[in-house]
């Protein structure tokens, strides 16, 4: 009977540190993710506010785009965890534009980026990481709802 408690006891014990470190895995995921889309939110923020407008033929922008929207995808049906570990890293990823008083603003611009068809600038994004030339502009479908979208949570970073 001894033997048995010990070994059950065992077995417990690896359950506890793998699920423990599959959360922790989890949480850093959140946390990478969110820190990508910061810094991606922050380098946007940086052109739009200097040129008024954010340049699709730029691949910089593209890949930054490409980041924000793949962030937003990840909130589409997060665990609350996964949300709060994502905002502690769009805070940092975004060296503190994004901040408590403006983090939920931001937050739910990326979560409404799920209701619209961004495969267009998904897409050019994925070609620009990869150093092509997308063609892309406003009049691509979904492009010009995509950008209002982003411009207008860059917008309320002010």
Do not use: H, W
């Not at 001894?2 to 506890?16: D, E, G, P, Q, S």
């Not at 949300?83 to 939920?104: P, R, T, W």
């Amino acid at each position: 009977m001894n033997a048995f408690k010990r070994i059950v006891a065992a077995c417990t014990a690896v359950l506890l540190v793998s699920s423990c470190s599959i959360l922790q895995n989890v949480m850093s995921n959140g946390n990478n993710s969110g820190a990508s889309t910061g810094s991606a939110i922050a380098g946007l923020y940086q052109i739009l506010k200097a040129t008024g407008s954010i340049d699709l033929s730029d691949l910089t922008n593209l890949i930054n785009i490409g980041k924000i929207l793949t962030g937003a995808n990840t909130l589409a049906n997060a665990t609350t965890s996964y949300v709060d570990d994502f905002a502690s890293g769009l805070i940092k990823g975004s060296n503190n534009l994004v901040n408590s008083s403006n983090l939920a603003k931001v937050l739910t611009g990326l979560q409404n980026l799920s209701n619209i068809d961004t495969s267009a600038l998904s897409t050019a994004a994925s070609f620009a990481a990869k150093g092509s030339d997308p063609e892309i502009s406003t009049s691509t479908k979904g492009v010009s709802d995509s950008m209002a979208a982003i411009t207008s949570f860059l917008a309320g970073l002010e």
